[in-house]
Nanobody
Framework: QVQLVESGGGLAQPGGSLRLSCASS????????LTWARQAPGKGLEWVSAVSNDVRDTYYTGAAKGRFTISRDNAKNTVYLEMNSLKPEDTGLYYCAEHLTNSIASGMDSWGKGTLVTISS
């Protein structure tokens, strides 16, 4: 089973930036699409962004578009989420997940335990 470990969360002010990282233990990291999802306090899981294995396809939810950027370094087995112009409503537990295939349209299989992001002044 692949292990995914998120990091980079913390407290930031509105308008600030954070960069989340997710490191994978998988030997075939470069074969799979990856996702970032979040869960705000008291709410359900929300898909935030995804990237295909070769970075040709990306997805951003409307709330993330224009502010967040997903990227990956297959040589480092790591996926990133650069978050700018942060808002209080971006507060939540951020998870990364590995998809079943190289496509962002496929289901997600392995999940990390999350990193907490708090946006507050």
């Amino acid at each position: 089973q692949v292990q995914l470990v998120e990091s980079g969360g913390g407290l930031a002010q509105p308008g600030g930036s954070l960069r989340l990282s997710c490191a994978s233990s998988g030997l075939t990291f470069g074969n799979y699409a990856l996702t970032w999802a979040r869960q705000a306090p008291g709410k359900g899981l929300e898909w935030v962004s995804a990237v295909s294995n070769d970075v040709r396809d990306t997805y951003y939810t409307g709330a993330a578009k224009g502010r967040f950027t997903i990227s990956r370094d297959n040589a480092k087995n790591t996926v990133y989420l650069e978050m700018n112009s942060l808002k209080p409503e971006d507060t939540g537990l951020y998870y990364c997940a590995e998809h079943l295939t190289n496509s962002i349209a496929s289901g997600m299989d392995s999940w990390g335990k999350g990193t907490l992001v708090t946006i507050s002044s």
